[in-house]
């Protein structure tokens, strides 16, 4: 029979391995030969490691021993199973871990949802916050005195990003660099949002989930997320050849390209 291949391995999805440190007699590595053949090992009993972690974490049993087993007979090129049971028996696992984690995402996003809905109730009782049809929230921090932007409009804007627990995703600030992109390019909130403003002002906006990504995990921004912003619109300018391909570049999660 063959060994496990790289696509079968693919396959597996979860666990963490849990090996006593006296378990194994340590062998002393003097050679290169040996240093880079431990290290293989260790490689591959990281990868294991992960893999099995990720799983108990969606609450799926494992016995451990027999992972272990498993790995060494495969190396042994001897497996109980053919290649087609170890893949049946690693679909079957699959299917069950994706029950599992639509299940952990469900109950994640709805209490992102549930979070953000406090959050904008008491939110729009603040001094300031305006309400728009839609429930984008939007508050002026600083008003500016160039023009209004159209939806087919380039602009140039410095932001800082956060959830509503206080926790900063973004900052163009901190890498010196504004963003320019296509207005209809970004998320529902910002399409809403930035023509409220005058080139040169700074705006403060609580965006719900369903104008911002839904369900979606985007970087490290939850599903179902409420997102608070703090926009300053450097510049505006109209549609044209030299408003081509500019993008949200240097957006470490994946910037506000898109919505959902």
Do not use: C
């Not at 294991?48 to 972690?53: A, D, L, N």
């Not at 199973?81 to 952990?104: P, Y």
């Not at 970004?186 to 965006?207: C, H, R, S």
């Not at 839904?214 to 300018?237: M, N």
């Amino acid at each position: 029979m063959k060994t496990f291949t790289k696509t079968t391995l693919a396959v597996v999805t979860g666990f963490t391995l849990f090996m006593s440190a006296n378990s194994m007699a340590a062998t002393e590595l003097t050679s290169d030969v040996q240093k880079e053949s431990y290290s293989i090992g260790a490689s591959l009993g990281k990868y294991i490691s992960g893999q099995i972690y990720s799983q108990t974490e969606l609450g799926a049993e494992v016995d451990v021993d027999l992972v272990i087993e498993g790995v060494v007979d495969a190396l042994k090129n001897n497996p109980q199973f053919s290649d087609e049971e170890i893949l049946t028996f690693l679909n079957q696992r699959a299917e069950q871990l994706n029950t599992a984690r639509e299940a952990a995402e469900a109950k994640i996003a709805l209490a992102n949802l549930t979070a953000g809905n406090k959050y904008l109730a008491e939110n729009e009782q603040k001094d300031g916050v305006m309400v728009t049809e839609s429930g984008l929230q939007y508050q002026v921090v600083s008003e500016g005195e160039g023009r209004k932007p159209n939806p087919q409009d380039v602009v140039t804007v410095h932001y800082k990003g956060f959830l509503i627990d206080g926790t900063e995703f973004d900052d163009s600030h901190k890498r010196n660099e504004p963003n320019r992109f296509a207005l209809m390019s970004v998320i529902d909130g910002w399409q809403e949002g930035i023509p409220l403003m005058n080139e040169g002002a700074t705006y403060k906006f609580a965006i719900p989930a369903a104008l911002a990504y839904g369900d979606k995990q985007v970087g490290i921004i939850p599903p179902s997320s409420t997102l608070v912003f703090e926009v300053e619109l450097v510049k505006v300018e109209a549609p044209g050849d030299n408003a081509h391909g500019m993008g949200l570049s240097g957006m470490g999660m994946g910037g506000m390209m898109g919505g959902h």
